[in-house]
């Protein structure tokens, strides 16, 4: 009973370093999210995806990269980590059916140093 | 576009004590409404959910109703304890096609829960 899987749980890095964070489900579902959470500030949406091969922009995508080359996968990429990265991500998924919740992966804390 | 609006924590309560986090909402047609939980350390978790007007979402002895006269959707509960000391989320799904489902979220209350 996994539903969602996101590797690592934390992670420090130096400015300018690259990474990225995965994101598995095992529920089948279309729909999945990143979001980052600030102390404070709620959570932010980064990207969605509908579908395999289809991605797109949230609220706040600056400075990161997404893809879903499977229905289960959905990896996010930090190309030049800067300071303002740091935070706590989420990955989540969905059904397609308009009322089903979110189900949301127990988080990744990054570190930009 | 839309919003959520929730009450600043932290919340500070003895066991026991009745509960009641406001969350107002702005958005249009008729959104689907959420509370989620965050425990320490742990990823969301959906805690009670309405869809359409009048509608209740219930669980744990959390209850919330879906009131679209004053676009609120609090939540309560009769007599915490210490368990239930996390973060509270209010969200809102919006109700247009093509959204994917895009939650949009309050920025959490914190509750305490004290012996």
């Known amino acids: 009973n996994a539903g969602v899987t996101q590797t690592p749980k934390f992670r420090i890095l130096k400015i300018g370093q690259s990474m990225t964070l995965q994101c598995t489900q095992d529920?089948?579902?279309?729909?999945m999210y990143w979001y980052r959470q600030d102390p404070g500030m709620g959570l932010k949406l980064i990207y969605y995806?509908?579908?395999?091969?289809?991605?797109d922009k949230g609220e706040v995508p600056n400075g990161y990269n997404v893809s879903r080359s499977t229905t289960e996968d959905f990896p996010l990429r930090l190309e030049l980590a800067a300071p303002s990265q740091t935070s706590v991500y989420f990955c989540?998924?969905?059904?397609?059916?308009?009322?089903?919740?979110?189900?949301f992966g127990d988080g990744t804390r990054l570190s930009i140093l | 576009g839309n919003s959520v609006t929730q009450m600043e924590g932290p919340v500070t309560l003895s066991e026991e004590a009745f509960l009641t986090i406001n969350c107002t909402y702005t958005?249009?047609?008729?959104?689907?409404l959420f509370w989620y939980v965050q425990y320490p350390g742990e990823g969301l978790q959906l805690l009670l959910k309405?869809?359409?007007?009048?509608d209740k979402g219930s669980n744990k002895g959390f209850e919330a109703t879906y009131r679209k006269e004053t676009t609120s959707f609090h939540l309560e509960k009769g007599s915490v304890q210490v368990s239930d000391s996390a973060v509270y989320f209010c969200?809102?799904?919006?109700?247009?096609?093509?959204?994917?489902?895009?939650?949009?979220f309050g920025t959490g209350t914190r509750l305490q829960v004290m012996l």
């Open positions: 989540a998924s969905k059904g397609t059916e308009s009322n089903q919740p979110q189900h």
């Open positions: 969200a809102l799904s919006g109700f247009h096609t093509g959204t994917a489902s895009k939650l949009t």
């Open positions: 309405a869809t359409k007007a009048d």
């Open positions: 958005a249009t047609g008729y959104p689907s």
């Open positions: 995806s509908v579908g395999a091969g289809i991605t």
């Open positions: 529920m089948n579902h279309n729909y």
